[in-house]
């Protein structure tokens, strides 16, 4: 009797810690501390920058620390993880179990006739068919057929997947390694021009002062004056485009390849041949459909479909359950203190008869849908590799032009600079050639981002990236070198 009002304390001591919990916030430090961790943890793998980057090795370095890949690749671990959890689901259910029983008196009752089963003698002594304390221990193994049948199908379906998370993962390095291409360039102009760039405009700024002293001095007319201010303000309106336009490039570079914005480098311009495809289209459509990712996720998403429907035709069937068990207890009331036991039991619902014909109807336009869906994905694909293949060849050709544009005002700029005789007009040419050298090799670079940008897009199309394997294994230097290779194999079919 003492042990009951205990437990009742301890029963309501419980109930009152668990209402007691309420929302909490972080406080400013923990945030503070948890940014800091995280920056640190992101941080600690990445090796430090060298004096110069080549595009190989920012290649590299994105597949190896930028952090939206290493999501991917976390999730392809998680896909990994559940398809070997999925597979202890087909094991039957074995449960053991132990128990302790007490009481403060012994279970006992009255007994009366079936006759009158009111009239209860409680003068005759009662019968004690079990102890106040005692101990019990259960095994028992379980298997339902029908659970097994749907947990072999849901384990080919995380296969499945395992294999989605996969080309997720391919997807995802396709769209980086493009992205890094593009970047490269934009970073490497702003390396070439900032500083370029910052000289012309002191310049421009230096020659507006001048010719506004002279304006107001009356030393030349005041038309002559503004037309030339005109001029200078409109380069400097340019210059000033062109300078906010390089500023972000670089911060984007940092940030794929997996680092913080601030990290000191030079790039090199990488040298490559601009040759035209000579691939046929044909050829190009064969190995798309071989191995663009988003085709290969409806091969499987088509085929986890198929296994729906098998589960849904499962689910029609009866259940069947086997059972078999082991059992002691130490009640000497018992006269056998240990026991087996084994079943069979068949269970249907019937209200399952009139769901069926739905069921299978939903089940089967799913896999239709998904099927559908496959084949109309394949003539995407097959269109985007003649899109692909059509703007490769315009950002060439826009390249090549704006290359020899650039050419051409390079020449007209040293031209003026031969020119210049310390005179407004002078002056003025002078500005506004190197202004206009200045915006032809941004183009230029800009036609040659774009081109890179193609390159990655046939590359995405066609589904062919480096065969790495695991990015951890190797060092940063092997990687590059790797992906150096790559590179210089153009569109080779991965063998």
Not at 226 to 239: A, F, G, K, S, V
Not at 267 to 289: G, R, S, T, W
Request: with cysteine.
């Amino acid at each position: 009797m003492k042990k009951l009002p205990l437990i009742s304390l301890i029963t309501l001591s419980i109930t009152m810690v668990g209402c007691a919990v309420s929302p909490q916030k972080f406080t400013i430090n923990e945030i503070e501390q948890i940014h800091m961790d995280d920056r640190n943890a992101a941080m600690a793998q990445v090796e430090p920058y060298g004096e110069v980057m080549t595009i190989n090795e920012a290649i590299a370095r994105a597949l190896k620390y930028n952090l939206e890949q290493r999501v991917k690749k976390l999730s392809q671990s998680l896909a990994s993880s559940e398809l070997e959890l999925g597979k202890y689901d087909m094991l039957p259910t074995l449960v053991a179990k132990a128990g302790y029983n007490t009481r403060n008196n012994y279970s006992s009752r009255y007994e009366s006739t079936y006759s009158d089963p009111k009239n209860i003698d409680r003068t005759e002594d009662t019968s004690v068919s079990s102890e106040k304390k005692h101990s019990n221990f259960d095994l028992g193994l379980s298997w339902n057929i029908l659970d097994f049948g749907a947990s072999y199908y849901t384990a080919k379906q995380n296969a499945d997947k395992f294999l989605i998370a996969s080309e997720n993962r391919r997807k995802s390095m396709h769209t980086l390694i493009r992205n890094v291409r593009t970047a490269y360039w934009k970073a490497l102009a702003t390396e070439k021009l900032a500083d370029r760039v910052r000289d012309v405009i002191l310049a421009s700024e230096e020659a507006l002062k001048k010719s506004e002293k002279l304006s107001n001095e009356r030393i030349s007319s005041p038309e002559e004056s503004l037309r030339y201010q005109r001029n200078l303000l409109e380069n400097l309106r340019l210059l000033e485009a062109i300078e906010k336009e390089l500023g972000s490039a670089r911060v984007e570079l940092t940030a794929l390849t997996g680092s913080f914005p601030g990290s000191t480098f030079k790039l090199v311009e990488p040298k490559f041949n601009l040759d035209v495809l000579d691939i046929a289209v044909e050829e190009m459509e064969a190995i798309a459909l071989l191995n663009n990712v988003d085709l290969k996720k409806g091969l499987f998403n088509a085929r986890i479909a198929a296994q729906d429907t098998r589960k849904a035709i499962l689910k029609l069937l009866p259940g069947i359950s086997l059972d078999f068990g082991t059992h002691r207890d130490n009640d000497t009331f018992l006269v056998n203190e240990s026991w087996n036991s084994a079943g069979l039991s068949l269970s249907y619902n019937l209200f399952s008869i009139l769901s069926a014909p739905a069921r299978m109807s939903a089940a089967e336009k799913n896999e239709a849908v998904a099927k559908a869906r496959r084949m109309a994905l394949q003539m995407t694909v097959l269109t985007q590799v003649h899109l692909a293949r059509l703007q490769y060849t315009n950002t060439l050709k826009q390249y090549k032009r704006a290359d020899r544009i650039f050419s051409v005002d390079s020449q007209l700029e040293k031209i003026a600079a031969g020119k210049y005789k310390g005179n407004m007009a002078g002056r003025q040419r002078q500005i506004s050639s190197s202004v206009t050298t200045i915006l032809s090799e941004l183009r230029s670079y800009q036609a040659m981002s774009k081109f890179q940008d193609s390159i990655g897009l046939l590359h995405t199309t066609l589904g062919l990236e480096p065969e790495i394997g695991s990015v951890d294994d190797i060092s940063l230097t092997e990687l590059s070198d790797f992906i150096g290779q790559w590179m210089l194999k153009g569109l080779v079919v991965n063998e």
